[in-house]
């Protein structure tokens, strides 16, 4: 089976890890975690990096930091992987979804321009005016590692001010009009679970150029720790800190960032050029304001024209051995969040219902992606 995105562990990973073992310095504390931090920081450019649990406790921190509170609104792309939302749930806040645009299929500024222009001012921000809930953040996610155009959404926010969360968990190493992503917004997250650009197993980072947010996020990570002697604590906090293992891991998988980004780049080239000539399939597109790392190759299959659906093509070429995945269900539809408002959603529907992620791991071989290539190409003919 030729496997959709694999990680690649050939660096120092066991060498960073056994010293970990060897000098006892396992947990969360340790050289590797302010190392980690302090590499990601200076990759990015963010002033502050704070190494956390995952992705997933990244964007709960971020909003807590902002201030989401129970009962608030909070901004999401509807097409997204639902940590992006359950990070919403996790503050008892409520998820708004905002629709995909169809070029780029990021998060729509028109929907978030719309949304904020038809709010009422309320005591603490803008309420939104369907739900009557206060909109506490934006969370523009950067999708596939590809960035969200965040300047209208950026001047939208600023004018209302409500806060921005960029969830850039799939896109470490992308830029927006040559800045990293995640640290446009107030604050930015970053995952290293094992299908991520580069992994620690599981792991995230916050950024921010905003010492107050990093502190608080520090602390909230914490247990709310209010001494260093003392079992002593300020408010309720979470057990959401990076261990050492796995910062040494991220660590030696950052040495390799720019080496894997060039392969992704390399590997959508290949496929760019090999379906241009395919009628029917659209591979995802890069906007001129975007530096995209392809972290997860995806292409829109076009029945009408291609001759299989996107879940066709993708059963065709299980029977081949190569694995590809379907986009998330668009969660203004999931069950998870029953009577969620949202703005639109047929384009994140559209997409959810044609688009196919194609194997894309930094260690894919020439003579593989040929192989999916022919697969495809042939598809029809068969
Ligand atoms: C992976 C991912 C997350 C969550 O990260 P975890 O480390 O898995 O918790 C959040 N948002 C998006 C868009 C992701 O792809």
Same mark, same amino acid.
Request: hydrophobic share 40%.
């Given at each position: 089976?030729?496997?959709?995105? @694999?990680?690649l562990?050939n660096?120092h990973?066991?060498?960073y890890? =056994?010293?970990?073992?060897? !000098?006892n &310095?396992i947990?969360?504390?340790?050289k590797?975690?302010? *190392?980690?931090?302090?590499?990601?920081a200076?990759?990015?450019g963010?002033?502050?990096? /704070?190494a /956390?649990?995952?992705?997933?406790a990244?964007?709960?921190?971020?909003?807590l930091a902002?201030? /989401?509170?129970?009962?608030?609104?909070?901004? /999401?792309?509807?097409l997204?992987?639902i940590a992006?939302a359950?990070?919403?749930?996790?503050?008892?806040?409520?998820?708004l979804f905002?629709?995909?645009?169809?070029e780029?299929?990021?998060m729509d500024?028109?929907?978030v321009?719309?949304?904020?222009?038809?709010?009422?001012?309320?005591a603490?921000?803008?309420?939104?005016r *369907?739900?009557?809930?206060?909109i506490?953040a934006?969370?523009?996610?950067?999708?596939?590692?590809?960035?969200?155009d965040?300047n209208?959404i950026?001047?939208?926010a600023r004018?209302y001010?409500?806060?921005v969360?960029?969830?850039?968990?799939e896109?470490?190493?992308? =830029?927006?009009?040559?800045?990293?992503?995640? $640290?446009?917004?107030?604050?930015?997250?970053?995952?290293f679970?094992?299908? =991520?650009?580069i992994?620690?197993g599981?792991?995230?980072m916050v950024?921010t150029?905003?010492?107050?947010?990093?502190?608080?996020?520090?602390?909230?990570s914490?247990?709310a720790r209010a001494?260093?002697?003392?079992?002593i604590?300020?408010?309720?906090g979470?057990?959401?800190?990076?261990t050492?293992i796995a910062?040494?891991m991220?660590?030696?998988q950052?040495?390799?960032?720019?080496r894997y980004?060039?392969?992704?780049?390399?590997i959508?080239e290949?496929y760019?050029n090999?379906?241009?000539?395919q009628?029917?399939?659209?591979?995802?597109r890069?906007?001129? &304001?975007?530096?995209?790392?392809?972290?997860?190759y !995806?292409i829109r299959?076009?029945?009408?024209?291609?001759?299989?659906?996107?879940?066709?093509?993708?059963?065709?070429?299980r029977?081949?051995g190569?694995?590809?995945?379907?986009? &998330?269900?668009?969660?203004?539809?999931?069950?998870?969040?029953?009577?969620?408002?949202? &703005?639109?959603? @047929? !384009?994140a529907e559209r997409?959810?219902?044609?688009?196919?992620?194609?194997?894309?791991?930094v260690?894919?071989?020439?003579?593989?992606?040929?192989?999916?290539?022919?697969t495809? $190409?042939?598809?029809? =003919?068969e």
């Amino acid at each position: 089976m030729i496997p959709l995105c @694999e990680p690649l562990l050939n660096g120092h990973e066991w060498t960073y890890i =056994k010293e970990c073992l060897d !000098t006892n &310095w396992i947990s969360s504390a340790g050289k590797y975690v302010d *190392r980690f931090e302090q590499e990601v920081a200076a990759r990015t450019g963010a002033a502050q990096a /704070v190494a /956390v649990s995952s992705g997933t406790a990244a964007l709960h921190l971020a909003l807590l930091a902002v201030g /989401v509170q129970p009962g608030d609104a909070v901004l /999401v792309s509807s097409l997204t992987f639902i940590a992006s939302a359950n990070a919403v749930a996790h503050c008892g806040a409520f998820p708004l979804f905002v629709d995909a645009e169809p070029e780029y299929w990021q998060m729509d500024p028109a929907g978030v321009q719309d949304i904020l222009r038809h709010s009422v001012p309320g005591a603490a921000g803008p309420v939104d005016r *369907r739900t009557g809930r206060r909109i506490a953040a934006i969370v523009p996610v950067h999708l596939l590692g590809h960035p969200v155009d965040l300047n209208p959404i950026l001047a939208i926010a600023r004018d209302y001010h409500v806060p921005v969360v960029e969830d850039a968990c799939e896109a470490l190493g992308a =830029k927006y009009r040559g800045r990293a992503a995640g $640290t446009f917004g107030d604050l930015g997250c970053l995952s290293f679970n094992g299908n =991520k650009l580069i992994t620690t197993g599981g792991g995230g980072m916050v950024l921010t150029n905003n010492a107050e947010y990093a502190q608080r996020v520090r602390h909230i990570s914490t247990q709310a720790r209010a001494s260093t002697t003392e079992y002593i604590h300020d408010a309720v906090g979470y057990n959401y800190r990076m261990t050492n293992i796995a910062a040494a891991m991220g660590c030696a998988q950052l040495e390799q960032l720019d080496r894997y980004i060039q392969t992704k780049c390399r590997i959508a080239e290949r496929y760019n050029n090999a379906f241009a000539a395919q009628p029917g399939i659209e591979p995802m597109r890069e906007a001129d &304001w975007a530096d995209s790392t392809w972290w997860m190759y !995806t292409i829109r299959v076009l029945p009408e024209t291609f001759g299989l659906s996107a879940r066709e093509l993708s059963a065709h070429l299980r029977e081949q051995g190569i694995a590809t995945r379907c986009l &998330w269900e668009p969660l203004h539809r999931s069950r998870a969040f029953p009577n969620c408002s949202a &703005w639109r959603g @047929e !384009t994140a529907e559209r997409l959810f219902n044609q688009c196919l992620s194609l194997p894309c791991s930094v260690s894919l071989s020439e003579a593989n992606q040929s192989r999916v290539i022919q697969t495809i $190409t042939a598809g029809e =003919k068969e």
